[in-house]
């Protein structure tokens, strides 16, 4: 099963990529905010004689969040359950913050216990979930899948309970996974947002004992 996207060096979320094997649950994986994939624009030079205002320090990542955070009235944990009340006896795998500011939403993705995955729209103002879709139906996916699920002891809700108890700040990406940094360990990856300065921390936690395995500060 293909994990998370990342970039060279320490890992970054494209969020919903933890089930990409199971049907490419989002088109651009790797090109969201959190997947750290994307080009960042150069920062505008600031005459020397000018003052630097906040939002000329932020960069184009800082500047999306900044704007599109605010705006999601619903938060990750809403959106989950959501997802998971749209999937009968379904279980929360992985969600992310997408959207524009005008309409924010969450793509979500829940599994049942055979390994079957089901990307869910929830948005991100009104709670609402779409009608769930199906994803890929291939055997060994679904068995990873369901091999995975079958270890993990510790909820989404409870990895990221783990994160922003370390970061203060918004989850914005969460998803189930092999860890990049300790085996074949099974791992949450949560990225938390903080809205003093817009950036996002990723955290790599064992889904079975709450292990905090790695973190990363984003520089943008």
Do not use: F
């Not at 000018?50 to 999601?72: E, M, T, Y």
């Not at 989950?80 to 309409?103: N, R, T």
């Not at 909820?155 to 309970?161: G, H, Y």
């Not at 092999?178 to 790599?204: I, K, R």
């Amino acid at each position: 099963m293909t994990r998370y996207g990342r970039p060279a060096g320490p890992r970054a979320i494209g969020l919903v990529c933890a089930v990409a094997a199971a049907g490419a649950l989002l088109s651009g994986c790797g090109n969201s905010d959190t997947a750290g994939a994307q080009k960042k624009s150069p920062p505008r030079a600031v005459p020397a004689s000018a003052p630097a205002s906040p939002s000329s320090s932020l960069s184009a990542d800082q500047a999306q969040r900044k704007a599109l955070i605010p705006k999601a009235k619903v938060g990750y944990e809403q959106a989950l359950k959501a997802a998971v009340a749209a999937v009968p006896s379904s279980e929360a795998i992985a969600a992310e913050l997408k959207g524009s500011p005008d309409s924010p939403y969450w793509n979500t993705a829940v599994a049942t216990s055979d390994g079957t995955v089901h990307a869910v729209r929830v948005d991100a103002v009104s709670g609402k979930a779409e009608q769930p879709h199906t994803e890929s139906d291939d055997p060994n996916d679904k068995q990873e899948l369901a091999a995975r699920l079958s270890k993990a002891k510790v909820t989404a809700q409870q990895a990221a309970q783990t994160a922003t108890d370390k970061t203060k700040g918004t989850v914005t990406t969460i998803g189930l996974g092999n860890a990049d940094h300790a085996g074949d360990t099974v791992a949450w990856t949560v990225g938390v947002v903080t809205t003093d300065n817009w950036q996002q921390t990723l955290y790599e936690i064992d889904a079975t004992n709450r292990k905090i395995l790695w973190m990363h500060v984003s520089q943008g």
